[in-house]
């Protein structure tokens, strides 16, 4: 149901009342969703900042990204907004925007520059109306391979350049009696395994036709179906236990020696950062096919208010976030790398090195599927790619046919 049945006038006003009256208790509730070990290290960051700057950050964390901003929509609609709120890079707030739900930061972002210094997908992913409605906070690349190399080195494998090659290697992996893939066997992560896939053995055109376009015809193409049946093989080196196991706890395996290899975004890193392990040492990270990055990341936006000193809290809020000393602490916890391109990343670990060198290349960017599909169809590629992983007598042709009804359901 849209946002618009259920705003109103007095939820607006509630809003502008509630909002000020946070700000005069020198307060600010930031709502986000980092829960797990690297992610509440790297959010610590950014609250022991803004307590230097004289604020007093309060914490409201609430696992698992749909909740979060559930709960976050919720309070700005019921008229008791916190001061500030997390979502991911791209079209989750849109409703909120068009319901004069956020407020702009235009002004601090002119002011800061952020045009000159933030990668252009994610600028145009935070803008609305020619507006920044969002400050960006990082730039997650979402579709590394994590591999523990004791594992692969006791196995004399290496790390796999294509797809074909991680299911051979995989093979190999799991006849000396180790998991080959650690999987977060949700639906999410099952879509983030595929997503992976799509981009890595089918490319960033048909990545960009199947979540921008929504292309039947590509989605109908030999090569869409030559992913999925990629995909599909990859199913036979996941573990039994997979089904709904977190993402992390799959990270643990990795980090564990249990398990050799994992999908994942960047902010996986932190689990290894977190248990005390060194990219290039316990751990390895690799881009498996075209060597492209799909990039999106962590945003943070503002509640509307009338109240001045509310504004103020969030514009000290927006220049903490986005301190050049606060950037490199908070990614180096959390995995990601600073989504500004103007601080130096030399000292941070060589998997956030790797990243920054893809991106150096535009060509190598290739838009998160939160920066280019609208909610209603990555929840129905989703609904179907998880029937599909769960499914292993769906041939895959069958599959085709569900995606192709989500993009026709989807206009």
Known sequence: MSLKSHVSAFAVAALFASS???AQQAKAEVMHWWTS???SAAVKVFADAFAKSGGTWVDNAIAGGPNARAAAINRMVGGNPPTMAQFNTGKQYDELVANDLLRDVEALAQAGKWREVMPKPIVEAS???GKFYAVPVNVHGQNWLFYNTKVFADAGVEPPKTFPELIETGEKLKAKGVIPLALGGQPNW???LFRAVLVGHGGAD???KTYGARDQAAAKSAKFKEVAEVFGKMRALVDPASPGRNWNDAASLVITSKAAMH???DWAKGEFVAAGQSAGKEYGCTLVGEGRLVIGGDVFVFPATKDKAAAEAQDKLAAVLLDPATQLEFNRKKGSIPVRLDVDVSSMDVC??????VLADPQN?????ELLSPPNFSGAMQDAVTQYWNNAGMPADTFVEKVVAAMRDAG
């Open 20 to 22: 000020g009256a946070s």
């Open 37 to 39: 070990a690297g992610e």
């Open 127 to 129: 803008l609305r109306n």
């Open 190 to 192: 099952e879509h983030n």
């Open 206 to 208: 048909l990545f960009r």
């Open 263 to 265: 999908f994942n975004g």
């Open 352 to 357: 956030a090195q790797k990243s920054r060198q």
């Open 365 to 369: 960017q290739v838009e998160a599927m």
